[in-house]
T-cell receptor
Framework: GAVVSQHPSWVICKSGTSVKIECRSLDFQATTMFWYRQFPKQSLMLMAT?????????EQGVEKDKFLINHASLTLSTLTVTSAHPEDSSFYIC????????????FGPGTRLTVL | QQQVKQSPQSLIVQKGGISIINCAYE??????FPWYQQFPGKGPALLIA?????SEKKEGRFTISFNKSAKQFSLHIMDSQPGDSATYFC???????????FGKGTRLSVIA
């Protein structure tokens, strides 16, 4: 089956620093990738949708200048949390949709971000 | 407004029993209904999915039942095992590269 990887799996950073999270589709080309945020015992909250080669579409309430998304290729999307603060601590999960497919989303294993 | 309502929030089932999780939706434009399984600290994994042109789909111990007129669909886990203990999310989407809309999740605990 389709595999999506994320790196790093966990990261601890100091308040005010920036953190980059990578999302890769390993065995398929992903024209669309999605970034989610999940708080403990809660559902996934869609942050943004990114299409390869174009600007990401952010959900209402998500600061695009704080959560920078780049979908540079058909296999890689990155999420950069800029000037991170403790309230940004969360579980970030990406998902990818294969080119030509309009339904199935394959999820990465997630990245646990802790901001001190 | 929550587009996909999931119940129950938590569920405890005896080993060997049937686990049933229900979801309801409002948007009749939805045409894809997957279920995801998530273990703590992991990303969701696609379990099974259905389109509205069929009323039931079975894969191993997992079955989706779909009721288009009632705008409801459910996940049945037969012969539930302790290894099935996880959080289950229903979701829905519309053709055309739109993102999935998720339910709030059900925490399933299968006890021996």
């Amino acid at each position: 089956g389709a595999v999506v990887s994320q790196h790093p799996s966990w990261v601890i950073c100091k308040s005010g620093t920036s953190v980059k999270i990578e999302c890769r589709s390993l065995d398929f080309q992903a024209t669309t990738m999605f970034w989610y945020r999940q708080f403990p015992k809660q559902s996934l909250m869609l942050m943004a949708t990114s299409n390869e080669g174009s600007k990401a579409t952010y959900e209402q309430g998500v600061e695009k200048d704080k959560f920078l998304i780049n979908h540079a290729s058909l296999t890689l999307s990155t999420l950069t949390v800029t000037s991170a603060h403790p309230e940004d601590s969360s579980f970030y999960i990406c998902s990818a949709r294969e080119a030509g497919q309009y339904h199935t989303q394959y999820f990465g294993p997630g990245t646990r971000l802790t901001v001190l | 407004q929550q587009q996909v309502k999931q119940s129950p929030q938590s569920l405890i089932v005896q080993k060997g029993g049937i686990s049933i999780i229900n979801c309801a939706y409002e948007n009749t434009a939805f045409d894809y209904f997957p279920w995801y399984q998530q273990f703590p600290g992991k990303g969701p994994a696609l379990l099974i999915a259905i389109r509205p042109d069929v009323s039931e789909k079975k894969e191993g111990r997992f079955t989706i039942s779909f009721n288009k007129s009632a705008k409801q669909f459910s996940l049945h886990i037969m012969d539930s095992q302790p290894g099935d203990s996880a959080t289950y999310f229903c979701a829905a989407s519309i053709s055309g590269n739109t993102p999935l809309v998720f339910g709030k999740g059900t925490r399933l605990s299968v006890i021996a």
